[in-house]
Nanobody, 115 residues
Framework: QVQLVESGGGLVQPGGSLRLSCAAS????????MGWYRQAPGKPRELVAV???????NYGDSVKGRFTISRDNAKNTVYLQMNSLKPEDTAVYYC?????????WGQGTQVTVSS
């Protein structure tokens, strides 16, 4: 089994920054990709950013140029640096891992952008 533990969410003013972290532990053999998704109330879950094992990245259109995903392979940890935050970025952010054992989700961390 694989566990994903997210941290770094919270309340921030518009224009501010937050950094999310997601640490994977457990029966990890091969990680193909790790990423972040988010879900706002009444909306479907959407891609924020994903990073593959060879460092390739992909971002949702709404966060391009503002968010940066990175990873520390030695720690099985993925990070999401979020800058220039907007109220519409408010959502629960979920960490996702795709590996040889399947796909896994974290419990989610709330990000609220409000003045």
């Amino acid at each position: 089994q694989v566990q994903l533990v997210e941290s770094g969410g919270g309340l921030v003013q518009p224009g501010g920054s937050l950094r999310l972290s997601c640490a994977a532990s457990g029966s990890i053999f091969s990680i193909y990709a790790m990423g972040w998704y988010r879900q706002a109330p009444g909306k479907p879950r959407e891609l924020v950013a994903v990073i593959t094992s060879n460092g390739g990245t992909n971002y949702g259109d709404s966060v391009k140029g503002r968010f940066t995903i990175s990873r520390d392979n030695a720690k099985n940890t993925v990070y999401l640096q979020m800058n220039s935050l907007k109220p519409e970025d408010t959502a629960v952010y979920y960490c996702n891992l795709i590996g040889s054992g399947g796909g896994y989700w974290g419990q989610g961390t709330q990000v609220t952008v409000s003045s």
